[in-house]
């Protein structure tokens, strides 16, 4: 089992900048693949970032590339999401996940990932 712990989500005004992190803890070597998810009200859970841990190989949303950052503190077991110039529409619950898998992986599909964290809210305001 993982259990995922997300933080660092807030409220900012639009073209601010925030940094989420997620601490991962128990079987953390189980891990091929972790990710930033997000759901707004009414709309379906959208795949952010991803990143194939221990390679440090990143894939992102169309729409966050170039502002958002995702990167790994293996020491550490964290998993961050550098957010820079934000977005009204970048507001939702920031979910943390990892994936058991290894291959035939698609890296932003929600149905992949085996462990969530319960979320953190970011709120960007006009």
């Known amino acids: 089992q993982v259990q995922l712990v997300e933080s660092g989500g807030g409220s900012v005004q639009a073209g601010g900048s925030l940094r989420l992190s997620c601490a991962a803890s128990?079987?953390?070597?189980?891990?091929?693949?972790m990710a930033w998810f997000r759901q707004a009200p009414g709309k379906e859970r959208e795949g952010v970032a991803a990143?194939?841990?221990?390679?440090?190989?990143?894939y992102y949303a169309d729409s966050v590339e170039g502002r958002f950052t995702i990167s790994q503190d293996n020491a550490k077991n964290t998993l961050y999401l550098q957010m820079v110039s934000l977005k009204p529409e970048d507001t939702a619950m920031y979910y943390c996940a990892a994936m058991r898998r290894k291959y035939a992986v698609v890296e932003l599909a929600s149905y992949g990932y085996d462990y969530w964290g319960p979320g953190t809210q970011v709120t960007v305001s006009s």
């Open positions: 128990g079987y953390t070597t189980s891990i091929y693949y």
């Open positions: 990143i194939r841990t221990g390679r440090s190989r990143t």
